[in-house]
């Protein structure tokens, strides 16, 4: 397969990751408004309750994507209850969670685990990646494809979707 086939490939892997899996489990970035927090994400709860003790502080935020801080180094989830919350990686996020889930050994995908590998496919569509990088990238795609029972035959299925 050669470099473009694998890029396809990967994002063949991302649409079915987010058809066949519910990802309702993740919630919007929220942060605190009004006063320097050390930028924070909260789930929308979570916000609340923390803005209940501070009159001049206020829900802010509340749509998906990057955080504060740009792109994400690794997935993103609420500061005090723990619940998943939208981001985006950045270029070194999108190789260190690649690596991350190459070394786990996955043999089941559940929506948590889904929604960050297709973040993983998904955000590495956005960044300029060298050849080595899109095979570890596509090394993860294939198994998580065989994981999810999809095969692939051919080039133009890929583009058929
Ligand atoms: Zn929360």
Same mark, same amino acid.
């Given at each position: 397969?050669?470099?473009?086939?694998?890029?396809?490939?990967?994002?063949?892997?991302?649409?079915?990751?987010?058809?066949?899996?519910?990802?309702?489990?993740?919630?919007?970035?929220?942060?605190?408004?009004?006063?320097?927090?050390?930028?924070?994400?909260?789930?929308?709860?979570?916000?609340?309750?923390?803005?209940?003790?501070?009159?001049?502080?206020?829900?802010?935020?509340?749509?998906?994507?990057?955080?504060?801080?740009?792109?994400?180094?690794?997935?993103?989830?609420?500061?005090?209850?723990?619940?998943?919350?939208?981001?985006?990686? /950045?270029? /070194?996020?999108?190789?260190?969670?690649?690596?991350?889930?190459?070394?786990?050994?996955?043999?089941?995908?559940?929506?948590?685990?889904?929604?960050?590998?297709?973040?993983?496919?998904?955000?590495?569509?956005?960044?300029?990646?060298?050849?080595?990088?899109?095979?570890?990238?596509?090394?993860?795609?294939?198994?998580?494809?065989?994981?999810?029972?999809?095969?692939?035959?051919?080039?133009?299925?890929?583009?058929?979707?």
């Amino acid at each position: 397969m050669n470099i473009d086939e694998m890029k396809d490939y990967i994002y063949y892997c991302a649409k079915n990751l987010y058809s066949k899996f519910d990802f309702s489990h993740v919630d919007n970035i929220h942060w605190i408004g009004g006063f320097d927090d050390e930028c924070n994400d909260y789930c929308y709860e979570c916000c609340l309750k923390e803005i209940e003790e501070n009159e001049k502080a206020f829900v802010d935020g509340g749509w998906g994507g990057a955080g504060c801080n740009g792109g994400h180094e690794d997935s993103n989830r609420c500061e005090k209850c723990g619940k998943a919350l939208d981001y985006s990686l /950045s270029k /070194s996020g999108v190789m260190n969670e690649t690596e991350y889930f190459l070394e786990q050994k996955l043999d089941d995908i559940d929506n948590e685990i889904a929604f960050e590998l297709y973040q993983i496919f998904e955000d590495s569509g956005y960044y300029s990646i060298n050849n080595e990088e899109i095979r570890e990238i596509y090394k993860l795609a294939l198994l998580i494809a065989n994981i999810m029972g999809i095969t692939i035959k051919n080039r133009f299925e890929i583009m058929d979707i």
